[in-house]
């Protein structure tokens, strides 16, 4: 029997100064009539992604891992379920019947911001983002021209930044090893670990 899932998330407060926020996760199945679907009663918790506290932008990456860890925690039960389908008791005609439960993600539902994490995307509501879609050039500058002509971007320059924005530090050392003046080692180590900053920003 077919049983897809339907997730939901919405992140929410936890004291009065909405300081400590928690995300619970939510789930469904979408084989029942929408109006007892629509019913809280319909809902389970699958569990709960707390806050990561981070004290820095540098960390963003690392709160962004931490958030899908949790999420690869709480769904590792229906991936089990998926690889190895559960057996059911359902009611076909008046008759109670065995059947094995097959359990496809049909929908993840949530607001922006759940959706932005989810999909790893740079939250731009307020214009932070230097593009407002990964395929084209347009920027938040001309996003009201109606004239505007869309600039695809170059696949070239792409993965000229993408290189650039995941060079290790170890590729850093490697081309420090070849300056010999120890004022042009320190200055060119600067300006790398700015140029790949500022790539990773761009590239986010």
């Given at each position: 029997?077919?049983?897809?899932?339907?997730?939901?998330?919405?992140?929410?407060?936890?004291?009065?100064?909405?300081?400590?926020?928690?995300?619970?996760?939510?789930?469904?199945?979408?084989?029942?009539?929408?109006?007892?679907?629509?019913?809280?009663?319909?809902?389970?918790?699958?569990?709960?992604?707390?806050q990561?506290?981070?004290?820095?932008?540098?960390?963003?990456?690392?709160?962004?891992?931490?958030?899908h860890?949790?999420?690869?925690?709480?769904?590792?039960?229906?991936?089990?379920?998926?690889?190895?389908?559960?057996?059911?008791?359902?009611?076909?005609?008046h008759?109670?019947?065995?059947?094995?439960?097959?359990?496809p993600?049909?929908?993840?539902?949530?607001?922006?911001?759940?959706?932005?994490?989810?999909?790893?995307?740079?939250k731009?509501?307020?214009?932070?983002?230097?593009?407002?879609?990964?395929?084209?050039?347009?920027?938040?500058?001309?996003?009201?021209?109606?004239?505007?002509h869309?600039?695809?971007?170059?696949?070239?320059?792409?993965?000229?930044?993408?290189?650039?924005?995941?060079?290790?530090?170890?590729?850093?050392?490697?081309?420090?090893?070849?300056?010999?003046?120890?004022?042009?080692?320190?200055?060119?180590?600067?300006?790398?670990?700015?140029?790949?900053?500022?790539?990773?920003?761009i590239?986010?």
């Open positions: 029997i077919m049983l897809p899932i339907i997730l939901y998330l919405d992140k929410t407060g936890t004291d009065v100064n909405q300081r400590y926020s928690l995300e619970p996760v939510l789930f469904s199945v979408a084989a029942i009539p929408r109006e007892r679907r629509e019913s809280r009663h319909s809902w389970r918790h699958l569990g709960f992604i707390p990561k506290q981070t004290c820095s932008e540098d960390e963003a990456s690392s709160d962004l891992q931490f958030y860890d949790c999420m690869s925690y709480l769904l590792d039960g229906l991936r089990e379920a998926q690889k190895n389908p559960p057996t059911v008791t359902v009611k076909l005609n008759v109670e019947v065995q059947k094995r439960a097959l359990l993600m049909m929908v993840v539902m949530g607001d922006q911001l759940s959706q932005d994490t989810l999909c790893g995307r740079l731009s509501n307020s214009g932070g983002a230097g593009r407002v879609h990964r395929s084209c050039m347009c920027s938040y500058l001309h996003i009201d021209d109606p004239f505007h869309c600039k695809k971007v170059n696949i070239n320059t792409l993965n000229w930044l993408t290189s650039q924005a995941t060079m290790s530090d170890d590729d850093i050392a490697s081309k420090l090893s070849t300056i010999s003046s120890p004022k042009d080692t320190r200055d060119t180590k600067t300006f790398l670990l700015k140029q790949r900053a500022m790539f990773r920003s590239l986010r």
